[in-house]
């Protein structure tokens, strides 16, 4: 295997999903807050594991999300430094981006079935840019 090679292989160990408040309001767009965890448990030669959890809450409380599962990545220890590098756009670890983007599926669709709004595919990574960003004001619209 060459060290251009890797392989990032997630196993999920837990996901669940609450509703936090019973009335569910459809004209409410809910933000998302993110707390995650991203702990190396053992690393060999070309191997590195490493434990994650995601807590995902929507504000206004109306749905709570935990997901909790192992990351192995192979690939030979110069790939799993550089996937541990926080991208200088979001602040975030390469690892963790391609963590979630391989659990959204299971968050997705577990929102679905308890009827409960879903967070964004890019939500580890837009929520960090939108804190970036400037604010912009609307245009205003003039009368023709």
Do not use: C, W
Request: no cysteine; charged share 30%.
């Amino acid at each position: 295997m060459s060290s251009d090679e890797v392989t990032i292989d997630v196993r999920l160990l837990n996901v669940a999903g609450a509703l936090t408040n019973d009335s569910r309001r459809d004209d409410v767009e809910p933000s998302f807050d993110v707390n995650v965890k991203l702990e190396e448990v053992e690393r060999g030669a070309d191997e590195a594991t490493f434990n994650f959890a995601l807590e995902i809450n929507t504000k206004p409380s109306i749905a709570k999300f935990d997901v909790d599962g192992m990351v192995t990545v192979t690939g030979g220890s110069e790939v799993v430094d550089k996937l541990l590098e926080t991208d200088p756009e979001t602040k975030v670890p390469h690892l963790l981006k391609r963590v979630y983007q391989q659990i959204f599926t299971s968050v997705f669709l577990l929102s679905g079935i308890i009827n409960a709004p879903h967070p964004p595919p890019d939500l580890i990574f837009s929520s960090i840019k939108s804190k970036m960003a400037e604010p912009v004001e609307p245009e205003k619209k003039s009368k023709k």
